[in-house]
């Protein structure tokens, strides 16, 4: 069974930075998409992120101009370059790897909370 790891959560001050990685536990087929997500507290799963074949880049309007999505040099690595941190971006944020048709992955998640 593919699993996807997140690592890079934490606790940072408003207006710090974190890294969040994320990478599959064995090989798989080369996904068409790699995205993120994240969970605050009593709210609905959202969409932060993605990379679409590797190439075009989406972002959620909270996060532009401060998120920033990138593949590694590795297949199936994914990482999320966050700055200027907001309380509000306090939340569990999980990794997604997809490939049409043959699989939809998600890691289980990692913990970022943004406080003084």
């Known amino acids: 069974q593919v699993q996807l790891v997140e690592s890079g959560g934490g606790l940072v001050q408003p207006g710090g930075s974190l890294r969040l990685s994320c990478a599959a536990s064995s090989s798989i087929f080369s996904p068409n998409f790699m995205g993120w997500y994240r969970q605050a507290p009593g709210k609905s799963r959202e969409f932060v992120a993605a990379i679409l074949d590797g190439a075009t880049t989406n972002y959620a309007d909270s996060v532009k101009g401060r998120f920033t999505i990138s593949r590694g040099n590795a297949e199936n690595t994914v990482y999320l370059q966050m700055n200027s941190l907001k309380p509000e971006d306090t939340a569990v944020y999980y990794c997604?790897?997809?490939?049409?048709?043959?699989?939809?992955?998600w890691g289980q998640g990692t913990q970022v909370t943004v406080s003084s």
């Open positions: 997604r790897s997809l490939s049409a048709g043959r699989y939809d992955y």
